[in-house]
T-cell receptor
Framework: GESVGLHLPTLSVQEGDNSIINCAYS??????FIWYKQESGKGPQFIID?????DKRQGQRVTVLLNKTVKHLSLQIAATQPGDSAVYFC????????????FGKGTMLLVSP | EAGVTQSPTHLIKTRGQQATLRCSPI?????VYWYQQALGLGLQFLLW???????NRGNFPPRFSGRQFPNYSSELNVNALELEDSALYLC???????????FGNGTRLTVT
């Protein structure tokens, strides 16, 4: 079975709110994590990544937090916009990169104006 | 920089036929991955090619196969199509090491 899962299948927020999407992973050997955004009819788009030697990484309006103790990953989106509405996937990779990427089932983020 | 390109965008086949899907990676990327995304489901890993060789395959039957050409482009072949093969097939490429996969927009395969 999949080793990466998500707590909430759908998250509804108002425009301007901050959004938090959560992800649990079960493989303690995973050392590289990525968040992707997938809009309808398109392929997944890279948002942000983090390596296991980090706890936090920030991008433009997004922050990824990694808690290795409880094997939990989260994506925070600041000032959520309608254009952020999409399905968000977390993914994990084990090893030096010479490996495959395992995806979670995804969370749908719905942003209301 | 051109992204990952896949062709065709849509493909309709009947049960028992064969389908061939094509992928061109980002220039400089040597690894190509194939994923299947059935409607409403997550991405299931199919195949991984690097430097022309198959490095790993997911839990799919042998009728799913592919290859990578010297220019790093790739083909996915699905033989003896079944109705449940209907899905979005995504190709992604990356450079070596801990780096993200970059995806194309997929080929929507419909088997009737």
């Amino acid at each position: 079975g999949e080793s990466v899962g998500l707590h909430l299948p759908t998250l509804s927020v108002q425009e301007g709110d901050n959004s938090i999407i959560n992800c649990a992973y079960s493989n303690s050997a995973s050392d590289y994590f990525i968040w992707y955004k997938q809009e309808s009819g398109k392929g997944p788009q890279f948002i942000i990544d983090i390596r296991s030697n980090m706890d936090k990484r920030q991008g433009q309006r997004v922050t990824v937090l990694l808690n290795k103790t409880v094997k939990h990953l989260s994506l925070q989106i600041a000032a959520t916009q309608p254009g952020d509405s999409a399905v968000y996937f977390c993914a994990e990779m084990v090893g030096s990169g010479y490996s495959t990427l395992t995806f979670g089932k995804g969370t749908m983020l719905l942003v209301s104006p | 920089e051109a992204g990952v390109t896949q062709s065709p965008t849509h493909l309709i086949k009947t049960r028992g036929q064969q389908a061939t899907l094509r992928c061109s990676p980002i220039s400089g990327h040597t690894s190509v991955y194939w994923y299947q995304q059935a409607l409403g489901l997550g991405l299931q890993f199919l195949l991984w090619y690097d430097e022309g060789e198959e490095r790993n395959r997911g839990n799919f039957p042998p009728r799913f196969s592919g290859r990578q050409f010297p220019n790093y482009s790739s083909e996915l072949n699905v033989n003896a199509l079944e109705l449940e093969d209907s899905a979005l097939y995504l190709c992604a490429s990356k450079v070596r090491g801990n780096s993200p996969l970059h995806f194309g927009n997929g080929t929507r395969l419909t088997v009737t």
